[in-house]
């Protein structure tokens, strides 16, 4: 397995753009996790899905956040409009009830000018 | 609101020498996750430790997790360069929300 994939790996924009960060999980893996890390606030949990469902979502910041899971293999994470405080490195990862440990994607480094 | 505290937040240490960081939680759970990030990478998973008393090996690193005190160590013996990265642990809050909370993190420079 390729492991979870996100894409882009970066990511520059203008401040007051929409901005959609993609995730694929780990196939068979039925729990998903977008964090957001910044040097100030460290690692925060954004939202979790389980079984495409959203069961958490009291870490996204503001409404301008969104995230969708329309099935097993995919995910994103929406910001709209941008602002340059939302400028961070952005995670997705995924786990397995079997097999506990949650596996991270390389992440997206998301710049906001 | 569950916390997952770590201290040292930075650790400067001598290759050769042992210490430990720690890592205290704020709610019942006997699931945690040890993961190290190197500078501009992703979090790597180093050690699962799910019930009290675990203990985990793997070369100089040992983990350990005592679920009443709430509390894991993670234990690095005879220190080397290669092992300056970010520490993180992590806590699986199933009993409530399946929540996994990351701790704050322990920056790690081992020098010779």
């Known amino acids: 397995d390729a492991g979870v994939i996100q894409s882009p790996r970066h990511e520059v924009t203008e401040m007051g753009q929409e901005v959609t960060l993609r995730c694929k999980p780990i196939s068979g893996h039925n729990s998903l996790f977008w964090y957001r890390q910044t040097m100030m606030r460290g690692l925060e949990l954004l939202i979790y899905?389980?079984?495409?469902?959203?069961?958490?979502d009291s870490g996204m910041p503001e409404d301008r956040f969104s995230a969708k899971m329309p099935n097993a293999s995919f995910s994103t994470l929406k910001i709209q409009p941008s602002e340059p405080r939302d400028s961070a490195v952005y995670f997705c990862?995924?786990?397995?009830?079997?097999?506990?440990?949650?596996?991270f994607g390389q992440g997206t480094r998301l710049t906001v000018v | 609101e569950l916390k997952v505290e770590q201290n040292p937040l930075f650790l400067s240490m001598q290759e050769g020498k042992n210490y430990t960081i720690y890592c205290n939680y704020s709610t019942t759970s006997d699931r945690l996750y040890w993961y190290r990030q190197d500078p501009g990478k992703s979090l790597e998973s180093l050690f699962v430790l799910l019930s009290n008393g675990a203990v985990k090996q793997e070369g100089r690193l040992m983990a350990s997790l005592d679920t009443k005190a709430r509390l894991s160590t993670l234990h690095i013996t005879a220190a080397v360069h290669d092992l300056s990265a970010t520490y993180f642990c992590a806590v699986d809050t199933h009993y409530n929300t399946d929540k996994l909370i990351f701790g704050t993190g322990t920056r790690l420079q081992v020098f010779p």
């Open positions: 899905f389980n079984n495409n469902v959203p069961i958490d």
């Open positions: 990862a995924s786990s397995s009830r079997l097999l506990t440990e949650a596996f």
